[in-house]
Every structure is written in structure tokens, then in C-alpha cells.
């Protein structure tokens, strides 16, 4: 989990440097981009857990499913 969480900076930093080129509007345009995309990215994965929770409160998934799963999105989740 934190080595993709470092993988992720260094991505944010290099782009940062290769973008010191371009002109302010750009950069910023392109922060506001990144920002949206991870925004939606995480409202995934929240509504991924809440839809978790239901199908364990349901019934649907027994609970070593439900905190097989809970892992897999907390490992892709910058937030979780």
C-alpha cells in the first residue's frame, strides 16, 4: 500500500518538474484535471465500501469476503 502511494508522488512530482517549462495557466489547468480525476477516483472507492457494507449487512457476502474486498480497496485508495 505505501509503496503505491509512493509511486503516486513521484508521478505528481515529475509531472510538477516537466510542467515548470509551461505557462502558469497550464499548470494549472492541469493541477485542476488531476484534482477532479482524483477526486472521482476516491468517490469510487467510497462508494465501492459503502455498496461492501450493504452486501455484508445483507447477507450477501460472508465476512471473510467482505474484508477480502474492504483490503483490496483500502490498498488502491489514497484516502481509505
Not at 503516486?8 to 509551461?22: E, P, R
Not at 492541469?30 to 457494507?53: D, F, I, P, Q, T
Amino acid at each position: 500500500m505505501e509503496i503505491q502511494k509512493l509511486k503516486i508522488v513521484a508521478v505528481a512530482v515529475g509531472l510538477s518538474i516537466a510542467l515548470g517549462a509551461c505557462s502558469r495557466q497550464a499548470v494549472v489547468g492541469g493541477a485542476a484535471v488531476g484534482a477532479a480525476a482524483g477526486g472521482v477516483y476516491e468517490y469510487s472507492n467510497k462508494k465501492a465500501l459503502e455498496n461492501l457494507k450493504d452486501d455484508y449487512e445483507d447477507g450477501k457476502i460472508s465476512r471473510e469476503e467482505s474484508r477480502r474486498r474492504k483490503k483490496e480497496i483500502e490498498d488502491r485508495s489514497l484516502v481509505y
